[in-house]
């Protein structure tokens, strides 16, 4: 570990607090500087990290970019030793690993929104055409089939419900999120979308199969039917015309998820 004096100041004790905050509320709980800066103190030790954090994110443009940055480069910024910059260098690749274990052992569990687009941006592409994704789940909200539809164009999916029908009644499936892109268009539903995901929706709860979520995504963001109040909407509806206002013990796995 890079040995360096410690700097007494307004940042003493700091990165004590950020391990703190880490352990009560998480990672995501902290700025990128800060999260860089805790990353540090693990190469660099008594020394405040505060100062190095933004200095690399300014001169890399960004914490992703930071850690990006070849080696060589890296190692270029005063305070940088080459065990910080090695450490700082493999972590993309330690991400990838993770990432790619967990979707070869069968151990992916969709339980968030945040959770459904991180997943799809890692695993999908938005092609040139537009694309219906649906990804099944059990009653614990883990992966157990996927399939696609591809579309006509960049505009138009033309969907056949009894064959959607049979594939997703295959298996153990207790509830399904749909993945739609957009290639070319903004990340909202037109009026055919919804009417489209009412459809599949009626269809799912005929089988006592939720819809965790119905997600629309363009390159750059996402719309969630959830999240927005829509899919809440179409549940209701379906209710009234179908059951007479009383839910179906379906509903329960749809409950399990969360909007964040």
Avoid: W
């Avoid at 995501?28 to 103190?41: D, G, N």
């Avoid at 995901?197 to 269809?203: A, D, V």
């Avoid at 809440?232 to 509903?251: A, N």
């Amino acid at each position: 570990m890079e040995q360096i004096t410690e700097e007494n100041g307004i940042h003493s004790g700091h990165r004590q607090r950020l391990r703190d905050k880490v352990k009560n509320y998480g990672v995501k709980s902290l700025a990128p500087h800060e999260v860089l800066e805790l990353l540090l103190t693990y190469t660099i030790s008594r020394k405040d990290t505060n100062k190095l954090a933004h200095i690399l994110i300014n001169r890399f443009e960004g914490f992703s970019q930071v850690l990006d940055a070849p080696i060589s480069e890296l190692i270029k910024q005063p305070g940088v030793g080459e065990e910080t910059a090695i450490f700082l260098n493999m972590l993309p690749d330690v991400f990838e690993m993770y990432k790619q274990e967990k979707i070869e052992s069968g151990k992916v569990y969709l339980k968030t929104t945040r959770q459904c687009v991180d997943y799809f941006r890692s695993n999908f592409e938005i092609k040139g055409h537009e694309y219906l994704y649906v990804v099944c789940l059990n009653k614990a909200c883990k992966i157990v089939n996927k399939f696609e539809i591809k579309g006509i164009d960049d505009c138009t999916i033309n969907i056949d419900l009894k064959g959607l029908a049979e594939q997703i009644a295959l298996g153990s499936v207790a509830s399904i999120v749909l993945f739609h892109t957009h290639p070319n268009g903004e990340a909202y539903p037109s009026e055919q979308d919804i009417e489209t995901t009412q459809s599949i929706l009626n269809m799912c709860a005929m089988l006592n199969i939720g819809i965790c979520d119905h997600i629309i995504l363009n390159e750059v963001t996402h719309y969630s039917f959830g999240r927005e109040g829509k899919l809440k909407e179409m549940y209701d509806k379906f209710f009234q015309i179908f059951t007479r206002g009383k839910p179906s013990p379906f509903l329960r796995q749809v409950t399990n998820f969360s909007y964040n």
